[in-house]
């Protein structure tokens, strides 16, 4: 009988009744936020064999963290860089409250454009 990708991969498997179920273990420790969801609800739905290995070594939810972290990490840069280019200060704050709230929303929303085309969608 030929193996199945998960047993090619090292994975085994327990009987429950008549069923053979996959032994998945899922470490507790590895906390995945908005991003690193992101990348694997893109992963599941369009890059389903690149998912499926990750899934099986084990390695999975610890690509998602890192992704996860890269892509905050990069967030908080874009945003420093950004409002200390386009002038977006704590004087402009002070003065014109709206006009802050503005060009920081405009800021966040090109930075999180920006990371999801680099980290969600590679």
Not at 58 to 74: C, R, S, T, V
Request: proline share 2%; aromatic share 10%.
């Amino acid at each position: 009988m030929e193996k199945s990708t998960f047993e090619q991969v090292g994975g085994t498997y327990r009987q429950k009744g008549g069923y053979f179920l996959p032994n998945f273990t899922v470490p507790e420790s590895v906390s995945i936020g908005i991003r690193g969801q992101r990348r694997r609800r893109y992963l599941r739905k369009h890059r389903k064999t690149l998912y499926d290995a990750l899934l099986f070594s084990g390695k999975l939810y610890a690509h998602l963290a890192d992704i996860d972290h890269q892509a905050q990490e990069m967030l908080s840069q874009l945003i420093k860089q950004m409002t200390t280019r386009g002038e977006v200060d704590e004087r402009l704050k002070a003065e014109n409250q709206m006009e802050w709230v503005g060009k920081m929303n405009n800021i966040c929303n090109r930075a999180e454009e920006i990371v999801f085309n680099e980290y969600i969608l590679c």
